[in-house]
């Protein structure tokens, strides 16, 4: 999938099905049920003394299924070691099976506290509270007393509450990361194999910090349907990794098209994107009264406007990456600059209205590219919704790499990145200060820079898109969420 990065830096990530699959599975390897619930709420209380040693009380809220039916094997745990329990109750209907098991195990202790109130979670001495209400047998939209009880759950946090999150965090649709009101969690314990919602969307917000516990389910060796990329492996994958004895040849050269009135800046941020990710050399081709702004700001940044030289003319080796689409427009001016990119060969990053041309004209890419568009843009080209794009994020992202044979970055607070052969890379911490114009500007130039050095489109946008992440998130860290400018992470690579 990737060559360079080693598969110990991939989280392996799985769809509900495979995780339904391998829970029975073990079942029925093991003949019951109940024994696996015991380990996952051993694994739980493991993980909440490990966090809190001093532990003197605990609040554990449940629902009506399984994932209630874990929360009460830590509170019959906890009330085994004189840890004062207040069990808070959200069940509709009576329990069943192996959580019914489990509630007369726990209510069989005298010294749980057990309330349906959840409002008395405000005033519990408590600090350290576990959320069991739902698992991934959650099916939005969620129901009045239960999103009372995740508003309860989020204002104790609020006032300084540890959270913990059996399996995910309530209210997270872990097929999608999705949750439209979702229990904020300190540490999620996720069993059986990782989630991949707890990577998207809201799931990537609201899971602060995730650890996986096997409960040693049979491993059925389903391919996950997607890899989390570890942040720390970017530190031996710079986006161009300078060598001792190098020549700016050695980092090969891009050329940025894009830039038309009114949008002269994207296309200067992506072509001192890719300079600043370590190319050997850039050219900026781009509408002639930008040409000075460009010189000004980047003196080693080569620049022309596409009326003086043609592109095929600047693309000189068949080495020469081409990002174009960066404040490229939509104008007559535009679509003569898409026919010429199309008459050119040789790799190219598709990003902004590049992307907009490439839906109406609608061929497949016939040559290595990368795609950037956000969900907006990945609906255009499907011709579908945003919201549909948001539903599923893998797929749509397939859908296009399939589509116009290329990879895909679909970015995002987390990001997707696939490639025509069904392997998918998510990526990134969410990173608010990067909700600006110019953010994806900054990416296809980096994306650009690392194609030119790597080669390889996957594994170019993977190191692009993880470092355009991490940049931002330290820089944000050092300017600010609000003032930062997209274009000073590139001052945070290395
Ligand atoms: N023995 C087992 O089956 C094991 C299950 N595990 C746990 O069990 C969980 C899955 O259990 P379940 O399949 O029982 O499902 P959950 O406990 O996740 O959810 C089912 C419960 O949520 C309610 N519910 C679903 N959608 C709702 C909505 N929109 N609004 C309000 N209520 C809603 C249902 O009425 C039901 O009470 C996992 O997440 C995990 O925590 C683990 O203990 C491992 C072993
Ligand atoms: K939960």
Not at 244 to 257: A, C, D, E, M
Not at 403 to 430: C, E, W, Y
Not at 450 to 461: G, N, Q, R, T, V
Request: glycine share 10%; net charge negative; with cysteine.
């Amino acid at each position: 999938m990737l060559t360079r990065i080693p598969e110990r830096y991939l989280v392996p990530l799985y769809r509900v099905e495979d995780v339904r699959r391998r829970e029975q599975a073990s079942f029925a390897q093991e003949g019951e049920s109940y024994a696996m619930m015991h380990r996952a709420g051993e694994a739980l209380y493991r993980h909440i003394l490990h966090h809190n040693a001093s532990l003197k009380h605990l609040s554990v809220v449940v629902g009506g299924g399984n994932n209630g039916g874990d929360g009460l094997v830590v509170a019959a745990l906890a009330a085994q070691d004189g840890i004062e329990v207040t069990v808070y109750d959200c069940s509709s209907k009576p329990r069943t099976g192996d959580a019914e098991y489990a509630e007369k195990v726990a209510f069989g202790y005298d010294t749980i506290q057990i309330t349906r109130n959840i409002e008395a979670l405000n005033q519990d001495p408590g600090q350290v509270v576990v959320d069991g209400l739902l698992g991934i047998g959650f099916h939005p939209p969620i129901s009045e007393d239960l999103a009372n009880a995740i508003a309860a759950i989020n204002q104790k946090r609020a006032q300084g509450a540890w959270v913990v999150s059996v399996d995910c965090p309530s209210g997270l649709d872990v097929e999608t990361g999705r949750g439209a009101l979702l229990v904020e969690a300190d540490l999620v314990v996720t069993f059986i194999a990782d989630k991949l919602g707890h990577y998207l969307l809201d799931g990537a917000v609201a899971c602060h910090q995730i650890v996986m516990e096997s409960l040693q389910a049979v491993d059925l060796l389903n391919r996950p349907t997607a890899y989390f990329l570890t942040p720390a492996v970017l530190e031996n994958y710079p986006p161009c990794l300078r060598l001792p004895n190098s020549h700016k040849g050695t980092y090969g050269h891009v050329t940025v098209l894009g830039g038309d009135l009114g949008f002269g800046g994207a296309a200067i941020m992506a072509s001192e994107a890719a300079a600043k990710s370590g190319v050997g050399t850039v050219t900026l081709m781009t509408q002639s009264r930008h040409l000075s702004a460009s010189l000004m700001r980047n003196p080693n940044v080569m620049c022309v406007s596409p009326e003086d030289i043609g592109l095929g003319d600047t693309l000189r080796s068949s080495e020469s990456v081409l990002v174009i689409g960066p404040g490229l427009g939509r104008t007559e001016w535009s679509e003569r600059n898409w026919q010429a990119f199309l008459a050119t060969e040789g790799p190219a990053v598709v990003d902004a209205d590049a992307l907009y041309w490439l839906g109406v004209y609608g061929q497949p890419m016939g040559r290595p590219a990368v795609l950037t568009p956000h969900p907006g843009e990945a609906a255009r080209l499907l011709q579908c919704s945003t919201a549909d794009i948001l539903e599923d994020l893998v797929g749509s992202a397939q859908q296009i790499a399939t589509r116009f044979q290329s990879v895909v970055i679909l970015k995002g607070a987390t990001s997707v990145v696939v490639n025509q052969n069904g392997d998918v890379v998510i990526l990134g911490q969410p990173c608010p200060a990067l909700a600006k114009g110019g953010s994806g500007d900054v990416l296809s130039g980096m994306v650009g820079a690392c194609l030119a050095y790597y080669h390889e489109p996957f594994e170019a946008a993977v190191i692009a898109a993880a470092w355009h992440n991490m940049a931002a998130n330290k820089a944000s860290l050092v300017i600010g969420q609000i003032s930062m400018q997209p274009y000073q992470l590139l001052d945070y690579l290395e």
